[in-house]
């Protein structure tokens, strides 16, 4: 199971900003454990976009969004609402919106940020992978994930030493910020390289004894 928190409404309103209507994803998986996804949190999330002017075109519950056949099926039923949107908001872990982003031609963005607990991957059988890094950038970065797919984890563009397209530490490896700027590009978002990336908090990587205390047993003091 992946831990995941939800990101404060304030982080999630600037993410949309210049979107109007929106499409919601929630995980109904890892997520409604750890009441960041499921029903609940699809219901909350819409009452609070709808009291900050925002309009949602449709919402899907998907039992599992790191399994690629499901989450491509239950999204192609939902492509007029999808069509609507400016972009997709997504409740999951940083598996969940790597997925919607690599099957819609749509900005996917996190709700929710994945925590290191150690726990399982998911079932996605892609490239795609979370770090747990405790604080999702994807949308940043066009959904594709600056720590896992950059071999430094570099999270403001790339080292210089790229060529062709591929990482100047593995040429048998795509670049990972070559993709995310071609991604951007397709979805007509390079104006987020404008802005800098949050410094990266690696005591997010770490699992806080609040935490441990709330999703173990028999922890000891
Ligand atoms: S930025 Fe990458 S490692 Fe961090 S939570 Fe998102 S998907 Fe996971
Ligand atoms: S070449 Fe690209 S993927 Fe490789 S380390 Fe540099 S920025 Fe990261």
């Known amino acids: 199971m992946l831990y995941t928190e939800k990101k404060p409404i304030a982080e999630i309103l600037e993410l949309l900003k210049g979107s109007r209507n929106i499409f919601l994803v929630a995980c109904n998986g890892c997520p409604e454990a ?3 996804g499921g029903k609940a949190a699809l219901e909350e999330i819409e009452k609070e976009l709808k009291t900050n002017a925002k309009t949602v075109s449709g919402s899907v519950l998907i039992d599992f969004l790191c399994n690629k056949m499901l989450v491509t099926t239950r999204l192609f039923r939902c492509s007029q609402q999808i069509n609507q949107a400016d972009c997709i908001l997504v409740l999951s872990c940083g598996i969940g919106v790597q997925a919607v982003s690599s099957i819609l031609d749509k900005p996917a963005l996190p709700a929710l940020d994945t925590i290191s ?19 999702c950038y994807l949308g940043l970065t066009g959904g594709i994930c600056p720590i896992t797919f950059c071999s430094k984890s570099l999270l403001s563009g790339p080292c210089g030493g790229t060529k062709d397209g591929k990482c100047e530490v593995d040429s048998d490896r795509d670049c990972g910020w070559h993709l995310i700027y071609e991604r951007l590009k397709k979805i007509g978002k390079l104006d987020v390289l404008k802005k800098p990336a949050k410094p990266r908090n690696y005591q997010r990587m770490l699992t806080s004894k609040e935490l441990r205390k709330k999703t173990f047993y028999d922890i000891e003091e």
Do not use: H, N
């Open 34 to 36: 750890c009441e960041t």
């Open 117 to 135: 607990m150690g726990g399982f991957q998911g079932l996605w059988p892609s490239s795609e992978r979370c770090e747990e890094c405790g604080q």
